[in-house]
């Protein structure tokens, strides 16, 4: 991996991460493309704990809040975190066959249906009469969204997308979505790289590209935190919907029909 090549997964790795567009698809994606092989496991280790840096520098008084009586929402993470281990735990030999990049066209459409369908019950719900989102996150709409967080570790699934659809179609407020969605990301992400950090042989690796990956991913998190707290303000998908099938067709076509070929 040279150095421009690591700046380019930063990027894309901080910008799709919380934008609901699949940051493992894309990372496998791109890995392909450039050919990468070398050193793929510890990369995406750094370029995560870049990420959940992001969301603890953007998320700073919040985090906080979590440490503190009653400690409501620090449960509610928890219970949002224990879906996704039991699926990790139970079906890990099924989900590494995905990382092959295989099946990354499927994940892309799933992903893209379930964002069009959430925003059209949520813009048809607002032109209900009977239209109140005030409810805030409790504990069973943190166990829906973790669930759905556990199901989008299947790269081209967007764990953002995923959660923050499973949230609104439960009935929450989408400023509570939003937020909790972020929160709950950082026990997964810190979680996967360090087990991640387990199944990593003693290599040497060139430090400048992982720090210059880092800082791109790092940099463009911010970002796409930023502008997903407005799109979901917004319920505004369907952009991000007609990309990802545009990926998936790009994708289905490569793997199924060139490489049949």
């Not at 066209?105 to 209900?128: P, R, V």
């Not at 669930?147 to 997308?161: D, E, K």
């Not at 996967?192 to 790092?218: K, R």
Request: include cysteine; glycine fraction near 6%.
């Amino acid at each position: 991996m040279n150095f421009f090549e690591a700046i380019i997964l930063g990027l894309v790795q901080g910008l799709t991460e919380f934008l609901p567009v699949s940051s493992s698809g894309h990372l496998v994606l791109l890995q392909g493309i450039f050919g990468i092989e070398d050193n793929v496991v510890i990369f995406d280790v750094f370029l995560h704990f870049a990420t959940l840096m992001a969301v603890l520098v953007y998320f700073f008084n919040d985090v906080l809040n979590l440490f503190k009586p009653p400690f409501k929402s620090l449960l509610y993470i928890i219970i949002a975190t224990l879906p996704a281990v039991i699926i990790i735990l139970l079906f890990k030999d099924y989900i590494d066959l995905f990382f092959t990049g295989t099946y990354l066209c499927f994940g892309f459409l799933i992903t893209a249906l379930l964002l069009f369908f959430t925003e059209y019950i949520d813009k048809n719900n607002k032109n209900s009469k009977n239209y109140n989102q005030s409810s805030e996150i409790n504990g069973k709409r943190s166990l829906i969204m973790g669930v759905m967080q556990g199901i989008a570790v299947i790269p081209g699934i967007s764990r953002s997308g995923s959660t923050i659809a499973a949230g609104i179609l439960s009935g929450a407020n989408k400023k509570s979505v939003a937020k909790f969605s972020f929160l709950m990301s950082m026990p997964i992400i810190a979680g996967s790289a360090f087990v991640s950090m387990f199944e990593i042989d003693n290599i040497a690796i060139d430090v400048l590209p992982f720090i210059a990956g880092m800082i791109a991913a790092f940099a463009t998190a911010l970002i796409a935190i930023k502008i997903m707290l407005k799109v979901i303000q917004k319920s505004n998908y369907k952009w991000f919907s007609l990309y990802l099938i545009i990926l998936s067709v790009i994708t289905f076509i490569d793997t199924f029909i060139i490489n049949i070929w």
